[in-house]
């Protein structure tokens, strides 16, 4: 099992950028595809994007592609998400998960095929 604490969150105009991490205990970090998810107020939970046990393998939700970058050391255990360009509709609490299946070779994008979730960090973008 690993347990992931995330941060980094805060609020920011339209346009910066904000980096948040999220540190993983335990022994299988490195054994998991890793993912970033976010929920606003009053919606459902969705994918942001995600990144291989290995690292070499990443994938985005439209909304975010070419705006974040995930990325992930495992030997420091922890998970990053760089997010630029911010914009309104980024608006939400991100969470980080870890994939309920070690060492997949293939990236799931639906949070029910995630586990293992952190409490969450506050993203407020300001217009």
């Known amino acids: 099992q690993v347990q992931l604490v995330e941060s980094g969150g805060g609020l920011v105009q339209a346009g910066g950028s904000l980096r948040l991490s999220c540190a993983a205990s335990?022994?299988?970090?490195?054994?998991?595809?890793m993912g970033w998810f976010r929920q606003a107020p009053g919606a459902e939970r969705e994918f942001v994007a995600a990144i291989i046990w290995s690292g070499g393998v990443t994938y985005y939700a439209d909304s975010v592609k070419g705006r974040f970058t995930i990325s992930r050391d495992n030997a420091k255990k922890t998970l990053t998400l760089q997010m630029n360009s911010l914009k309104p509709e980024d608006t939400a609490v991100y969470y980080c998960?870890?994939?309920?299946?070690?060492?997949?070779?293939?990236?799931?994008?639906?949070?029910?095929?995630?586990?293992?979730w952190g409490q969450g960090t506050q993203v407020t973008v300001s217009s």
């Open positions: 998960a870890a994939d309920l299946r070690p060492k997949l070779g293939f990236l799931r994008v639906h949070r029910h095929e995630y586990g293992s």
């Open positions: 335990g022994r299988t970090f490195s054994s998991y595809n």
